[in-house]
């Protein structure tokens, strides 16, 4: 059996890719790691700057009816801040009965400031988050590089995993 040195039948049949799309291909590759690059690069080293210091923790509506149900209350367990960043933690109750956060008694409607100065991980009593606790953690002002793209990122899933969820009918 000989062995023929001539090109696949399929190789023969595909057209040739026109001049330049190969450099056309290579060329939006490279624009777009140009571009992810850029992106990291801005959030590793530019200043964190936010409208207000604070960051909100709502007592939702109907939360005081749905714990004595047994029902689970959409609060988070964990609440991350940032020294110089966002250092308030900003208590706002909106439901019709009063809550407890720590050693503080939240009214409703009333919303009340808990500032932080020190960089640590403080746990709250919070009667209506899951274990009836909340974890605040407080971190140094993030530096930059490394530091100030972690934060962000850490950030934008926090952003992203308190959305709220809402039906067509909503």
Partial sequence: MTRSTAPDADARSRPAPAPGAAGLLRRVRWTLAAGLLALLLWAALWPLRYPTRERVFDFPRGAGIL?????AVPVPARVRLALGVRDVLLLRNRDLSAHVFGQVLVLPGRTLRLPFE????????????????????????PDPGWDR?????????????????HGPDD
Avoid: T, Y
């Fill in 149 to 165: 793209l972690r934060w962000r990122l850490h950030a934008l899933a926090d952003a992203l995993r308190e959305l709220p969820v």
């Fill in 67 to 71: 714990k004595a149900r047994g029902v």
């Fill in 118 to 141: 020190q960089a640590g991980d403080f746990a709250f009593a919070c009667d209506i988050a899951p274990g009836h606790a909340v974890r605040v953690s407080v971190l140094p002002h």
